[in-house]
T-cell receptor, first 114, second 112 residues
Framework: AQSVTQPDIHITVSEGASLELRCNYSYGATPYLFWYVQSPGQGLQLLLKYFSGDTLVQGIKGFEAEFKRSQSSFNLRKPSVHWSDAAEYFCARGDTGTASKLTFGTGTRLQVTL | EADIYQTPRYLVIGTGKKITLECSQTMGHDKMYWYQQDPGMELHLIHYSYGVNSTEKGDLSSESTVSRIRTEHFPLTLESARPSHTSQYLC???????????FGQGTRLTVV
């Protein structure tokens, strides 16, 4: 089964510091990859997505992610974190085919210190 | 702004009661999904549908059932709620496979 791995369960950064959240996916055909953010008690909001083309994708709220096929990675980055970025971040892979299921990683909880 | 809605947002119910969690989307998406998520934990796919009259079990076994009689509506039913069903339930929909999934706000269910 195709899988997504987020190695970091919990990350704490200081406000203004840079951020990188790791995501690795299982090898397969060109994947559809996503990063979602979830605030407490809320649904998931899409930050950015990769389907093909330029391997560096820009998203909302100043986030970006880089697709690296050789490393099977799709890490999320932000140059300067704001306190409002504290949330749960999920990496996901989209299956192809009729159902087109999304497979999620276990999530990374980001805490921002002032 | 995503056009996918879940009701109720919060539900506290007694053991043994029958409940239905509603999910509706106005985007005309064929694919719809139900995920179960315990607080601070990962999402587990429990049901999905790729069109009217199609329903499939997800990766996590669930005692709930779903139906898809209309494109826009994908309700989830628990015939007899138990405390072990306490969780957050997230509904999502998706158009083509090269597009993202849109999520509702979720229903937080507590069975007492």
């Amino acid at each position: 089964a195709q899988s997504v791995t987020q190695p970091d369960i919990h990350i704490t950064v200081s406000e203004g510091a840079s951020l990188e959240l790791r995501c690795n996916y299982s090898y397969g055909a060109t994947p559809y990859l996503f990063w979602y953010v979830q605030s407490p008690g809320q649904g998931l909001q899409l930050l950015l997505k990769y389907f093909s083309g330029d391997t560096l994708v820009q998203g909302i709220k100043g986030f970006e992610a880089e697709f690296k096929r050789s490393q099977s990675s799709f890490n999320l980055r932000k140059p300067s974190v704001h306190w409002s970025d504290a949330a749960e971040y999920f990496c996901a892979r989209g299956d192809t085919g009729t159902a087109s299921k999304l497979t999620f990683g276990t999530g990374t909880r980001l805490q921002v210190t002032l | 702004e995503a056009d996918i809605y879940q009701t109720p947002r919060y539900l506290v119910i007694g053991t043994g009661k029958k409940i239905t969690l509603e999910c509706s989307q106005t985007m005309g998406h064929d694919k719809m999904y139900w995920y179960q998520q315990d607080p601070g934990m990962e999402l587990h796919l429990i049901h999905y549908s790729y069109g009217v009259n199609s329903t499939e079990k997800g990766d996590l076994s669930s005692e709930s059932t779903v139906s898809r009689i209309r494109t826009e509506h994908f309700p989830l039913t628990l015939e007899s709620a138990r405390p072990s069903h306490t969780s957050q339930y997230l509904c999502a929909s998706r158009g083509w496979e090269n597009t993202e999934a849109f999520f509702g706000q979720g229903t937080r269910l507590t069975v007492v």
